[in-house]
């Protein structure tokens, strides 16, 4: 059933609950943020995190640049092969501090979309903040106006919805001749393909403005673009249905109680599957603490599964395995007998969101559970839900996009952290059946970020994607025969410069 085919009574109310959604603003949503609930008092922040640039060389990756990126003819050591010679588009945090202020948390940091255009011989480079209306206020205010994921300001602006403090920084979607710069908790940014200036918020329809449209769309093989928000306040989860034409198809509010931070999902050819873990709001936190502080750890939830038909979402079935925290799925998809498999990163808890990703921002490191590579069985027949941890370090899963939601057996994900720093120093390609990986190390002196598989024809295909080179301060962008991770890159460009450490990315 789409919504032309709801009843007028049933689609009024429909509408009325996501426009309930809608006019909540901030107070209600993932954005949603107390104001001037925090004492300004004494911030050093800014001055640890510099004394750390002197010590510590991974501070490098979250440095603020000063302003936008440009570079041409940047050349090439070896070739890109034809099938990578287009566009590579990443996003992440970057402007995280204004004026000597920092923020708390590197989730904070207004975004950066980085546009790489490749050659066979030499790649062109723009990295451009995305002129959302939050970052135009702060920048010609020369101060920060509102309060932000994971940081206390006092005497902070109202937020009149969550866009008032969209910061766009979290990934990248091309769609209908445009690139969308996501975030989690308010609406996509709309950005020219060539030249990545900001045209506006993207509006799927009037009464969806401003709703949390999140960072990790998944594409169907035909080309239609399934994606969720989280309305944390209302206890809900929004989900929606776009065509490949951009157009959309179906949204609707479903009510999930106790509805958790949830970051990314998956599909399948025939439902859509949420781990939810037991990291759950407060309400009677949330005016002292803050959006972030005012999620607690409910051990006791499990980590709740949600499976959604895609045909009738009102068809959902419940499952539950052990307590655990995730950021990223890789993929999921179902055999003839209903039993869905799918693979995500797991950790025992969520201290890498509450203190790892906080402490950095001023140069601390702070080491959280490990996050291990997990397979999972949904057997909807029987209603039981198992996983499997395996002994692989795995983050930033990706797959060959074209076999979203159906049989895959390669995993790309970054793997080999390190004790006594951040990030990851190498990435790997794992085959999801023997759990064999191929494994190309940068080195110590590297942070490895989300590379990407690029399909080459009826062949193996290539691995793309960038690590910041901390002996040179520079940012590299590297291309991998798939089938030979381990021999090294085939193509290998080196930046005039050090890019922010980003998030996730999209080929064209």
Not at 155 to 160: K, M, T, Y
Not at 340 to 365: C, H, N, P, Q
């Amino acid at each position: 059933m789409n919504l032309k085919q709801i009843p007028p009574a049933v689609d009024l109310q429909r509408r009325q609950v996501l426009h309930t959604l809608g006019a909540a603003g901030a107070a209600g949503l993932l954005s949603g943020l107390p104001r001037s609930a925090h004492a300004a008092g004494a911030d050093d922040w800014q001055s640890q995190f510099d004394a750390a640039l002197k010590t510590e060389d991974w501070a490098l990756g979250y440095r603020t640049p000063s302003g936008d990126l440009s570079a041409t003819d940047i050349p090439v050591r070896g070739r890109f092969p034809l099938a990578v010679q287009g566009l590579l588009f990443r996003n992440g945090p970057a402007m995280h501090d204004l004026a000597r202020e920092r923020y708390h948390h590197w989730f904070a940091g207004d975004g950066m979309v980085q546009r790489f255009a490749l050659g066979e011989n030499a790649v062109n480079h723009t990295g451009k903040y995305v002129r959302t209306s939050k970052y135009l206020a702060e920048t010609q205010a020369r101060q920060r106006l509102f309060e932000a994921f994971g940081t206390p300001k006092a005497n902070v602006l109202p937020i009149a919805s969550p866009d008032s403090i969209n910061v766009a920084n979290t990934s990248v979607l091309p769609v209908a001749g445009e690139l969308l710069a996501l975030w989690e908790g308010g609406s996509a940014t709309r950005l020219d393909l060539q030249t990545l200036d900001t045209h506006g918020y993207k509006t799927w329809r009037n009464d969806l403005a401003g709703l949390p449209f999140s960072a990790h769309p998944k594409v169907d093989p035909d080309g239609s673009i399934w994606n969720f928000g989280v309305g944390s306040g209302q206890g809900m989860l929004i989900l929606y249905q776009i065509g490949a034409d951009g157009q959309l198809r179906r949204a609707e509010a479903i009510a999930v109680p106790d509805v958790p931070l949830i970051h990314d999902f998956a599909v399948t050819d025939k439902h859509v599957v949420f781990l939810m873990p037991p990291l759950v709001m407060d309400r009677d936190l949330f005016g002292a603490q803050g959006f972030l502080d005012a999620h607690v750890w409910r051990p006791e939830l499990g980590m709740r599964v949600l499976v959604i038909d895609k045909n009738d979402w009102s068809s959902r079935r419940n499952l539950e395995l052990p307590p655990g925290f995730l950021f990223h799925l890789g993929n999921a998809w179902e055999d003839s007998a209903g039993v869905i498999r799918l693979d995500y990163v797991r950790s025992d808890d969520a201290t890498v969101l509450f203190k790892t990703t906080r402490e950095v921002m001023r140069g601390r490191y702070l080491k959280a559970p490990d996050v291990r590579l997990t397979n999972v069985t949904l057997d909807l027949t029987r209603g039981v839900a198992s996983q499997e941890i395996l002994p692989i370090d795995a983050e930033f899963p990706r797959i060959d996009a074209r076999l979203t939601g159906l049989r895959h057996r390669y995993l790309i994900h970054t793997t080999q952290p390190r004790s006594d720093r951040p990030g990851y120093s190498a990435i790997a390609r794992t085959d999801v059946e023997t759990g064999h990986s191929q494994v190309y190390t940068y080195g110590a002196d590297h942070f490895a970020e989300e590379h990407l598989y690029v399909p080459d024809g009826s062949g193996p295909g290539w691995i793309l994607g960038t690590s910041l080179d901390l002996k040179q301060s520079k940012t590299l962008l590297c291309c991998f025969a798939a089938d030979r991770l381990d021999e090294g890159p085939v193509a290998q460009a080196t930046l005039p410069y050090a890019l922010p450490l980003g998030l996730h990315g999209q080929f064209i």
